[in-house]
């Protein structure tokens, strides 16, 4: 019987021994997520497999908090603007800091990248600082005080203001003439401008080709970027009231169409921009 009791009392010393270690590696909070104390002595939690130790579980964390994510997405608004290389989807908190590219936009200047709610300028992501999927914002101005009524033609942007010339037999000697729609960006629907022979049109004659880029600023003072889609070479005895040539030369929708001249009543070399960037 007395042999019994010393080696219960010698059990209990050597679990308080245990106690006190574990307390002082793992703290109170630890331990009794990991160690019960049954009447058997010390034990494991039930279902562990061997030893058990501290896990990146919801226990390892304060009350209320949640484990981070492993991967945030990361989007971007370019608001028309392009750039030459892939950008990321996606990064980790453990990536390096990732320098944003300067995209490009045809007649605009780049102005920054934002998260999307902020105004703050960024030009360095900084994973280790994200706590959610992020959007990127790329900010443009006009590279020039656009006027209205004014196109602007070329990589040079050639400024040629234009008139309303619906109904006229030539066009103007010193302007655009719009022969056809109203000259609005927004309104979903074509518009006609002529270049007199070629006159103000000298730089769509020697310049414009498929996928050339033009601006239209129209009366209001709203811009339009407009591509090359299409490019006829039509004999001056035909004009786009031929059957066919109508639609194909002013086809519906967001189109600005310039027509100019070669030689005195000779072709008409017309060229179809549709807007690109609305």
Request: hydrophobic share 40%.
């Amino acid at each position: 019987m007395l042999e019994r009791m010393k080696k219960g009392k010698d059990t209990l010393r050597k679990a308080a021994r245990v106690i006190s270690i574990a307390l002082m590696v793992f703290g109170a909070s630890a331990l009794a997520g990991y160690w019960t104390l049954g009447a058997g002595g010390l034990g494991k939690p039930a279902g562990s497999v061997g030893a058990a130790s501290p896990s990146a579980s919801a226990s390892s964390f304060p009350p209320g908090a949640a484990p981070a994510q492993d991967s945030y997405a990361i989007d971007y608004d370019l608001d028309y603007g392009e750039v030459g290389e892939a950008l990321p989807a996606s990064c980790t908190r453990a990536d390096a800091p990732i320098v944003l590219p300067e995209p490009v936009r045809f007649a605009y200047a780049f102005d920054g990248w934002t998260r999307k709610g902020s105004e703050e300028r960024i030009a360095v992501l900084n994973p280790s600082m994200l706590e959610a999927d992020v959007e990127l914002v790329a900010h443009w101005r006009p590279v020039a005080d656009f006027q209205p009524a004014t196109l602007y033609l070329g990589c040079g942007l050639q400024a040629v203001p234009y008139v309303y010339s619906i109904g006229s037999e030539t066009a103007p000697m010193d302007a655009a003439g719009v022969w056809l729609g109203e000259g609005n960006v927004d309104d979903g629907a074509p518009t006609y401008y002529i270049g007199h022979n070629p006159g103000v049109f000298t730089v769509v004659e020697e310049t414009f080709q498929m996928g050339t880029r033009f601006v239209v600023c129209d009366d209001d003072g709203n811009l339009g970027v407009y591509e090359v889609v299409d490019r006829e070479v039509i004999p001056y005895e035909n004009t786009i009231w031929t059957e066919g040539l109508d639609d194909l030369v002013m086809p519906q929708g967001e189109y600005a169409t310039l027509q100019t001249c070669r030689g005195d009543r000779l072709l008409m070399d017309i060229y179809v921009g549709k807007r690109i960037d609305g």
